[in-house]
């Protein structure tokens, strides 16, 4: 059984910096994997991800100052996020999904998902 587990949320000011991690377990072949988020009263938003092929995409208004990567050895998702803004203020959630999407930045894609985890920015 696939579970995820998301770590690293936390309260940052404007212009900080915080790295989540998502620990995979349960899967032999990690596939493609990515991030997502949402604000309160919003629609989920897909944020990040990385393809079974390596390839990543970003949602444009991350572009720059969130990186993800992968520890394929130790099954770790990450997502290094730098200057931060209150509008990245989200629950954010780490998904999963064996083998290639075509988009995937779109959460219809994932068929695992972990709880995730909160990150609060103020100005």
């Known amino acids: 059984q696939v579970q995820l587990v998301e770590s690293g949320g936390g309260s940052v000011q404007a212009g900080g910096s915080l790295r989540l991690s998502c620990q995979a377990s349960g899967i032999t072949d990690i596939g493609c994997m990515g991030w997502f988020r949402q604000a309160p009263g919003k629609e989920r938003e897909g944020v990040a991800a990385i393809n079974n092929d390596g390839s990543t995409s970003y949602v444009d208004h991350v572009k720059g100052r969130f990186t993800i990567s992968k520890d394929n050895a130790k099954n770790i998702l990450y997502l290094q996020m730098n200057s931060l803004k209150p509008e990245d203020t989200a629950m954010y959630y780490c998904?999963?999904?064996?083998?290639?999407?075509?988009?995937?930045?779109?959460?219809?894609?994932?068929?695992?998902w972990g709880q995730g985890t909160q990150v609060t920015v103020s100005s």
């Open positions: 998904a999963s999904v064996l083998g290639w999407v075509p988009r995937p930045l779109q959460s219809v894609w994932y068929n695992h």
